[in-house]
T-cell receptor, first 116, second 114 residues
Framework: GENVEQHPSTLSVQEGDSAVIKCTYS??????FPWYKQELGKRPQLIID?????GEKKDQRIAVTLNKTAKHFSLHITETQPEDSAVYFC???????????????FGTGTLLAVQP | NAGVTQTPKFRILKIGQSMTLQCAQD?????MYWYRQDPGMGLKLIYY???????DKGEVPNGYNVSRSTTEDFPLRLELAAPSQTSVYFC?????????????FGPGTRLTVL
């Protein structure tokens, strides 16, 4: 089955710097890669996602890149702000994982701390 | 729209007790999911449903049961609670018609088994 590894587990940056979180996946058939942000005590919320037919997607200060050959994808946050501090999770799903679509396998999360 | 709602927010159970975690969504999503999140860990899929009357196991189904009698509701049943089931439980839903789509999460239920 699918396995998703996420690095680093913790990341501390200065306000205004960039942050990069990387994930690798095992199933070459995976075709959907969302990123979720989870603030302390809150629910995970989607911040950006990418499908396997594109290599990069941007939304203001957030971007995701996908390398299908190497089976890894990364989250890039530029001009970080204190409110970006949270746990970030990557996830992957295969088109027919376990016989049905849309079953997400999550990474173990990255705690991002943005120091003012 | 309220989105995905969950009740209760918090619960403490004694070992061996049973309970049902409630989940409802008002977005007419066909897919619904139950995840558990242990401290410092990612989310693990417990069960999922692709529509009313259809459910299947995820990664960690042991000790849990689900049912889906309506599109809106997807309750999770814990029988004979054990300390290993202490976790935060999230329900989620999505609309999927052959390709994956955004999963929307509920606020979570924090369960402690003592």
């Amino acid at each position: 089955g699918e396995n998703v590894e996420q690095h680093p587990s913790t990341l501390s940056v200065q306000e205004g710097d960039s942050a990069v979180i990387k994930c690798t996946y095992s199933d070459s058939a995976s075709n959907y890669f969302p990123w979720y942000k989870q603030e302390l005590g809150k629910r995970p919320q989607l911040i950006i996602d990418i499908r396997s037919n594109v290599g990069e997607k941007k939304d203001q200060r957030i971007a995701v890149t996908l390398n299908k050959t190497a089976k890894h994808f990364s989250l890039h946050i530029t001009e970080t702000q204190p409110e970006d501090s949270a746990v970030y999770f990557c996830a992957a799903t295969s088109p027919f994982y376990g016989g049905a679509t849309n079953k997400l396998i999550f990474g173990t999360g990255t705690l991002l701390a943005v120091q003012p | 729209n309220a989105g995905v709602t969950q009740t209760p927010k918090f619960r403490i159970l004694k070992i061996g007790q049973s309970m049902t975690l409630q989940c409802a969504q008002d977005m007419n999503h066909n897919y619904m999911y139950w995840y558990r999140q242990d401290p410092g860990m990612g989310l693990k899929l417990i069960y999922y449903s692709v529509g009313a009357g259809i459910t299947d196991k995820g990664e960690v189904p042991n000790g849990y049961n689900v049912s889906r009698s309506t599109t809106e509701d997807f309750p999770l049943r814990l029988e004979l609670a054990a300390p290993s089931q202490t976790s935060v439980y999230f329900c989620a839903s999505s609309w999927a018609t052959g390709s994956p789509d955004t999963q929307y999460f509920g606020p979570g239920t924090r369960l402690t088994v003592l």
